[in-house]
DNA sequence: CCCTGTCTTCAGAAATTTCTGAACGTTCGC
DNA sequence: GCGAACGTTCAGAAATTTCTGAAGACAGGG
């Protein structure tokens, strides 16, 4: 189990992480908190608390994941505060959600094909674009395929596949 | 064909999608160059025409682009200057260093499940762990079929599979 | 009503990222 | 060698992002 720093450390390391990965700071701190924290929910005074930043950054960040999807909002008994807690398909969603901007640069590839006439350029745009379309096509069905074979291994918990290959070429 | 200008407008909004997704920005708008040159090479000179910045500038874009492997240096005959060009396996290339990425956050997040005792962060932990794991499983092989398919398809030009699905759920 | 606790907004401070310009190598032709 | 053309590095300027703190909106209790 270890102790609180060692947990407090390892959600900042987490948060970091997500950072690199394209993610405003703050939103990665307050995520990482809801991750790594045995309470269903927080509350944003529980996170200002936690993270050590002032309400207004706590507010900036819950909006941001609420907008992501990452979050929802949690009604709970006798509170008058309000209550957020990490939907199931945080993750997935996170994955999803990148590649919305993928459909973006894909967007971008197929008007720099009709703005050059045949050539080189036309030919690198073409290919880019189809591997971006590849993509966009792609994706959703790894996506469901994930959740697929979770539904399917309720019962084994506490293990899954854990295998991760070793360094990549 | 269109004019100079649409295809000037139309790399530089690339460059605008490519950093959304991260790139930074001048090197995303010299891959752009790259990308909309009808020439097999350029040098460091044609960028900072192109683009209209510093010399020291395009210097820092092509390491970062040499260094993500996306571009290469190209000996041309006679010429003293340093050529560039793109890589071929440019797009698949990009796609994979965002996935090493996604390894750091796996590894936090193991690190994570490692730091909390039994509860409910533990199987949030858990949760998350298992799906970057099944990414970085699935990944590769998702963009060794697209090569797969794109040698297959050599005859065929100037098309592919060409869908997209409607609006993300 | 007014007061208290909770949350949001926003202008400006702070930190970070990004770009430039000047000084400094290198290489090659002469 | 010397000079010119190219490229790189790096300190500081400029732009952008991120955080804070204070002011205010809103709901419910007293």
């Keep these: 189990m270890t102790g609180e720093t060692d947990r407090r ?3 900042e390391r987490l ?14 701190r307050a995520l990482a908190a809801f991750l790594f924290s045995d309470e269903e929910s927080l509350t944003a005074g529980d996170l200002a608390d936690e993270l050590e930043v ?4 706590v507010s900036g960040a819950i909006r941001t994941l609420a907008q992501l999807g990452l979050i929802e909002r949690s009604f ?6 309000e ?13 999803s959600r990148q590649h919305s901007m993928v459909d ?20 690198r745009l073409l290919y880019m674009r189809d591997f971006y379309t590849f ?17 399917g291994s309720q019962r084994s918990r506490g293990s899954g596949s854990r ?3 070793g360094p990549r070429p």
């Design 9 to 11: 450390e390892a959600a």
């Design 15 to 28: 948060a970091l992480a997500l950072v690199a990965v394209g993610m405003q700071r703050m939103a990665a």
């Design 54 to 57: 002032s309400a207004g950054s």
């Design 76 to 81: 709970v008994a006798g509170s008058r505060r």
């Design 83 to 95: 209550h957020f807690r990490m939907r199931e398909n945080a993750w997935t969603t996170v994955y």
């Design 104 to 123: 973006d640069v894909l967007s971008a590839a197929e008007k720099g094909v009709d703005a050059v006439g045949p050539g080189l350029a036309r030919d």
């Design 135 to 151: 993509l966009l096509n792609e994706v959703p069905a790894l996506v469901e395929r994930f959740e697929q074979q979770r539904a």
């Design 163 to 165: 295998r991760r290959g």
